[in-house]
Structures are given as structure tokens and as C-alpha cells.
């Protein structure tokens, strides 16, 4: 019986530290989907350096799969907002609003950028939020004095 017991208490273990999904056995909750998800906040600069900003907006939540991603389009044609940039987000089905904050690396000093963001869901579907066309500039990187 106890040898029964060890071997068991083996397999568990071994299944565990073999799982390729640290999350596995965690299941967050499916909120239903929101009729429509509109910005109640910004978007608006969170922070800008040299060479990252972070762009953030708030939303009433949008439901459906717990995983959702922030996405700003930006680029420095207001008409051609080649680049995108997106971080993913958990959502908390016990709030009634979802902070999007999404990070953009490697910008160009001194320059203006314009933007819109939205959001989707785990499964790439559009929230079918969009907000107005903002713009900022990147700060000019520091000079340094010769030695």
C-alpha cells in the first residue's frame, strides 16, 4: 500500500514538473461580452523617454475571454499609422472597467508620433473600440558635455 502511495505521489509530481503550462488547473472566469465597449478615459501619456512611451485608456469591461490586449497604432504620418504595439491584460470580471496600458519601444527622439488604440480579445477579435487620432513628441536625448 505505501509503495502504491510513493509511486502515485511520483507520477503526480513528475506530471506537474513536466507541464508545459505553469497556468494549468487555473481557470479564470468568462465574463459576458459587453453590448459595446467605449473609452470612459484618455487615451493619454502615461510616460515618455527617449526611446519608450506608454500610452494608456480606460474602457468599460469588455467581457468575453479573460486575456485582452491593448493595441495602439501610431506613426508619424497621421495618415499612415504603419507600426503597432500591444500588451496583453487579464481582465477582472468584478470590475466594470478595464485599464489598457500599452508600451512602445524603440521611438525616435524628438519626434511626433500620432496614435489611436483599441483592444481585442485572446481569439484576435475587435472590441470594436477606436478612439480619435492623438499625436505626442518624443524628448530630445540629453546632450553630453566633452571631457
Keep these: 500500500m505505501n509503495k502504491l502511495l510513493l509511486q502515485l505521489a511520483i507520477t503526480v509530481a ?32 502615461e510616460l515618455a523617454k527617449v526611446h519608450l512611451t506608454i500610452i494608456r485608456w480606460t474602457t468599460n469591461n469588455p467581457g468575453g475571454s479573460p486575456v485582452h490586449y491593448g493595441i495602439v497604432h501610431y506613426g508619424t504620418d497621421p495618415k499612415n499609422l504603419s507600426q503597432t504595439a500591444k500588451n496583453p491584460i487579464r481582465l477582472n470580471p468584478g470590475h466594470a472597467s478595464t485599464l489598457f496600458r500599452v508600451r512602445m519601444d524603440d521611438l525616435k ?7 489611436t488604440v483599441g483592444s481585442m480579445g485572446a481569439d484576435g477579435a475587435d472590441d470594436g473600440t477606436k478612439s480619435t487620432l492623438k499625436q505626442f513628441t518624443t524628448p530630445v536625448e540629453p546632450q553630453r558635455s566633452a571631457p
Aim: proline share 13%; no cysteine.
Design 14 to 45: 513528475a506530471g506537474s514538473l513536466l507541464s508545459s503550462n505553469p497556468m494549468m488547473g487555473q481557470v479564470s472566469p468568462t465574463t459576458p461580452k459587453a453590448a459595446s465597449v467605449r473609452i470612459s478615459q484618455g487615451p493619454e501619456l
Design 109 to 115: 527622439p524628438g519626434t511626433t508620433y500620432y496614435y
